[in-house]
């Protein structure tokens, strides 16, 4: 089992920044692969963003791609995604999310495990 705690969401104006964190527990975090999804009111929960196990590899949303950046530190067994530029259409609950295959992953159903989320409001 793995529990994840995001943190990091909040206000900001369009143009500003966040940057969110996911501490992971239970499991090796470094044989997880990491994923960043959000979900605006009355839409499917979406993909942003998702990190190999060993951080080399990521990809990201043509939405996000040049102004969100995921990364993250085994040792410290978190994940993080740094949030430029942000635009009023970023606006949603964004959940932190755990893969135990290994595969950088785009869809929902390929994760095993999720956080609680954290909201991300932009104004304009």
């Known amino acids: 089992q793995v529990q994840l705690v995001e943190s990091g969401g909040g206000l900001v104006q369009a143009g500003g920044s966040l940057r969110l964190s996911c501490a992971a527990s239970?499991?090796?975090?470094?044989?997880?692969?990491m994923g960043w999804f959000r979900q605006a009111p009355g839409e499917e929960r979406e993909f942003v963003a998702a990190?190999?196990?060993?951080?080399?590899?990521?990809y990201y949303a043509d939405s996000v791609k040049g102004r969100f950046t995921i990364s993250r530190d085994n040792a410290k067994n978190t994940v993080y995604q740094q949030m430029n530029s942000l635009k009023p259409e970023d606006t949603a609950v964004y959940y932190c999310?755990?893969?135990?295959?290994?595969?950088?992953?785009?869809?929902?159903?390929?994760?095993?495990?999720w956080g609680q989320g954290t909201q991300v409001t932009v104004s304009s």
């Open positions: 239970g499991r090796t975090f470094s044989m997880l692969t």
């Open positions: 990190i190999s196990r060993s951080g080399i590899i990521t």
């Open positions: 999310a755990a893969d135990r295959d290994g595969e950088v992953a785009v869809n929902v159903r390929d994760y095993d495990y």
